[in-house]
């Protein structure tokens, strides 16, 4: 069966990026990068694509007067390169509503803690403000709102004690780097669909055990 064509919207290092093109790099996985796109001229992570020869471009939003003019140059690149699904991973700008409608489905996003909690910026700082003991990331369905929608999976990690920001965001990014390319590969095969307003999984998608913090051994 054909790959599905998958494009990455990025804005910065690309780490997450770069678990997808490794995810596509296995003969076996469904999908293949047919673009990466970044907003920001000098991201690391165009790099990560150009090394993986995978096509590339820069829409820079600055070159635009205003959000929907940037957000069609994004869909005339989409469309020419006929992508069948739209990744983000780090890409730093707010969508429209109309935007998100378009991709419907089709447009997924991942974000460093267990949504509905922690959306936003400064994740792991307000994640170790608040005393929370167990963390971890989201990748979902992408809504009007920010950091909002549908939740395709979760990835769980304890916060430790002696833990910053950066030592947490280390362990929670190992998580992504694996949830990331698994909720793509649900959503390609069909196991994993937005119906409505919420996703709906075939039946051999299976759960998971407790994550207990601090332990009870
Ligand atoms: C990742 O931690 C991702 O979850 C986060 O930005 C980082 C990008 O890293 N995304 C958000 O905060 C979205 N609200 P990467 O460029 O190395 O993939």
């Not at 205003?66 to 006929?82: G, H, P, S, Y």
């Not at 994993?192 to 994550?211: M, N």
């Amino acid at each position: 069966m054909a790959k599905a064509r998958i494009a990455v919207l990025i804005s910065g290092r690309g780490t997450n990026l770069q678990a997808l093109i490794d995810a596509c790099a296995d003969p076996d996985f469904p999908g293949e990068l047919a673009l990466v796109i970044s907003n920001r001229p000098n991201a690391k992570g165009l790099e990560r694509a150009g090394d993986a020869g995978i096509q590339r471009e820069i829409i820079d939003h600055k070159d635009f007067d205003n959000r929907q003019d940037f957000e069609a140059a994004l869909n005339d690149a989409l469309k020419t390169a006929k992508v069948d699904f739209v990744c983000l991973a780090g890409f730093m700008r707010v969508l429209t509503n109309e935007f998100a409608s378009d991709w419907r489905g089709r447009l997924i996003n991942i974000h460093p803690s267990l949504l509905p909690s922690f959306e936003g910026l400064h994740v792991h700082e307000r994640m170790i403000e608040a005393g929370v003991k167990i963390a971890g990331c989201t990748v979902h369905f992408v809504s009007a709102e920010v950091d909002n929608g549908p939740i395709i999976g979760q990835a769980a990690v304890p916060v430790l004690p002696g833990d910053d920001a950066e030592k947490l965001a280390a362990r929670i990014l190992e998580q992504e780097h694996r949830l990331y390319p698994a909720c793509l590969r649900l959503l390609i095969d069909g196991k994993a669909r937005l119906t409505g307003g919420s996703v709906v999984y075939d039946e051999s998608v299976k759960g998971a055990g407790a994550l207990i913090n601090p332990s009870l051994a």
